[in-house]
């Protein structure tokens, strides 16, 4: 279905492709100098010991330094799993217990659409801020209510057992956010006709649900989930500006390390490696969802 | 033909209602009690810091918070870089989804999906690099490292909701206005844009939003006070006014307003903009 050219003459504007391109021109470049450029070089300068001014070849010096020299880098590893594990599959299904709710044609819809996404909306910084008084110990809004139902809250940002899940919790703040409005989208999409013949079979909700919802939702799902794992092992304003990485490196998550590294003690070779082994570890994880998907994502007739 | 799954069981219903409720107070409780704290005196939040709403409403820490550091100046500065590059994502972005949707070229499938694997290339790959070239540009400390990314499109993200939005346009309005002798820009400037108002309301509000919030962006690279955006100059007050938390609130709260009021008068567009696009089950 191309937009001919319906041209004679040979000038530039008549050649194949060249208005696809010129259209694109502006992202193209970008990918170039952004994206696929930096890429090269980042991986070129992993394989560098630099610090501003010298720059010299170490091959994987600096891989190794990492894998078997510096604990802070495992435990900021382990501390980015543990919140990915946490925090993903709990968001997924928050986020889509609201959309669920929110699409049972509920009077007053917008309001609480509006509520759900309210928190999403503070920038990361401020949330980091009123969130730091949420977990205060003694005053905070968390552990006033856990009081009046009679239990005593830890401390949340001063003791590394509970900081994990402190920062578990706030991301279940932001869950009303775009992946909350994409489910919304997603069910929205789904044809009433295909739930009134479902229950003219008589099914229950939960059969509809199971075996109309789920399926029909699944590549929303998928999308969701592929971009939650690779948004969670990013994990970075909340733990610098609330904790700064402790206590005792309890919240050191691995982009504020790798951050740490790069702009603080500038060791750029080390950093762009921590890039890497970031980068391909999620490569693998999401190479892993896509083989694994063929299994639960339905595509309605195989299309897009 | 389009719509709502409807519960019509009345324990279900009164459920549904039940977890919404509750569901809403939830989420909202950490927002109310920012303003509310906003609102107290300094003494009364160090008397009472748990209860929730101030027994005396005062609206002084908003003019502390706003002359104690120059916040209007970090006010005026993120307004600056967050309208440009939203205006530029959204004509860039729309520009290149044009292409997407419209022509046909070699190789376009190819390059849409690796656009599309970009959105899942984590930013610390391209951090240093990227820094580097403005390094040796010069632009550190200056406003450009945060703007002109957003001339490329404004990222595969927003590109790629322009695009389905434009695949679902009827291509006999192309045809039309083409027989009409209109030009390819024309096309996508007096046909497109006109009919994409929900989808252009998402993506200038996702934009508006990832610049007002970027925090490691300006944190990298910019070093004078007076060129700071908000989020750097909150991070500021919090350090040197930690224990003035009413007055720490009261910046936080002028941090959030504008995106909400944003948010409030998108909203009619919002949701319309993205599930026209078809995302997936459709």
């Not at chain 1, 592929?226 to 691995?254: C, D, E």
């Not at chain 2, 950490?30 to 008397?47: H, M, N, Q, R, Y």
């Not at chain 2, 945060?146 to 993200?157: N, Q, S």
Request: charged share 10%.
């Amino acid at each position: 279905m191309s937009v001919s050219t319906h041209g004679h003459r040979r000038k530039i504007t008549h050649l194949p492709g060249f208005w696809g391109f010129l259209f694109i021109s502006p992202w193209l470049f970008g990918f170039l100098f952004f994206t696929a450029g930096p890429m090269l070089t980042s991986l070129w300068l992993s394989f560098q010991k630099y610090d501003l001014v010298s720059v010299k070849y170490v091959g994987v010096e600096n891989y190794r330094r990492l894998f078997f020299e510096d604990p802070l880098f495992w435990k900021a590893l382990k501390n980015t799993i543990f919140y990915a594990i946490v925090s993903v599959p709990l968001g997924i299904i928050c986020s889509l217990s609201i959309a669920l709710l929110l699409n049972q044609n509920v009077r007053g819809q917008k309001i609480y659409r509006t509520c759900f996404y309210l928190p999403s909306l503070v920038p990361s910084v401020a949330a980091s801020l009123v969130w730091q008084w949420v977990f205060n110990a003694d005053n905070g809004v968390l552990n006033t209510m856990l009081r009046m139902i009679g239990i005593t809250g830890p401390q949340w940002l001063q003791d590394e057992r509970a900081t994990p899940w402190a920062f578990a919790i706030m991301s279940l703040w932001g869950v009303g956010g775009a992946r909350m409005v994409i489910f919304l989208a997603g069910l929205q999409g789904i044809p009433d006709s295909y739930y009134e013949a479902a229950k003219l079979d008589g099914a229950s909700a939960w059969h509809c649900f199971r075996r109309v919802t789920l399926p029909l939702l699944s590549p929303v799902m998928f999308f969701n989930l592929i971009l939650g794992v690779i948004g969670s092992f990013q994990i970075f304003t909340s733990a610098y500006v609330m904790t700064g990485g402790g206590p005792n490196h309890a919240s050191l998550y691995y982009a504020l390390y790798l951050f740490q590294n790069a702009f603080e003690y500038f060791k750029f070779g080390k950093a762009s490696a921590m890039a890497w082994v970031l980068f391909s570890i999620l490569l693998l994880l999401t190479f892993i969802q896509f083989k694994a998907s063929k299994r639960w994502v339905h595509y309605e007739g195989g299309d897009k | 033909m389009k719509g709502s799954y409807r519960t019509s069981h009345p324990i279900a219903r009164t459920l549904v209602y039940s977890l919404l409720i509750v569901g809403a107070i939830v989420f909202t409780i950490p927002f109310i009690w920012t303003v509310a704290t906003s609102l107290k005196s300094g003494e009364e939040f160090a008397s009472d810091p748990s209860r929730i709403f101030p027994k005396h409403v005062v609206w002084s820490n908003y003019q502390k918070a706003w002359t104690a550091l120059p916040f209007a100046r970090f006010m005026l500065n993120t307004v600056f870089i967050t309208i440009v590059s939203t205006v530029a994502s959204v004509l860039t972005g729309s520009l290149v989804a044009y292409g997407f949707s419209r022509f046909q070229f070699k190789a376009r499938n190819f390059l849409f999906y690796t656009m599309l694997a970009t959105m899942m290339l984590p930013g610390q790959v391209t951090q240093i690099p990227v820094f580097m070239i403005w390094r040796e540009l010069r632009a550190i400390d200056t406003y450009y490292p945060l703007l002109i990314p957003a001339f490329f499109g404004g990222g595969a993200f927003n590109i790629f909701l322009l695009r389905q939005f434009f695949l679902g346009i009827p291509r006999e309005l192309d045809e039309a206005a083409m027989i009409d002798g209109a030009s390819y820009f024309h096309i996508w400037w007096k046909v497109l844009m006109p009919l994409s108002g929900p989808v252009l309301a998402t993506v200038a509000l996702f934009s508006f939003l990832g610049q007002w919030d970027n925090f490691e962006g300006p944190l990298i690279y910019l070093n004078t006070p007076e060129k700071y955006t908000v989020s750097i100059g909150l991070r500021m007050f919090q350090d040197s006014f930690g224990t003035n938390f009413e007055q720490v609130m009261a910046a936080s709260v002028l941090h959030i307003l504008p995106t909400v009021v944003l948010f409030l008068c998108a909203q009619r567009y919002f949701l319309r903009g993205i599930s026209l696009s078809g995302l997936g089950g459709r």
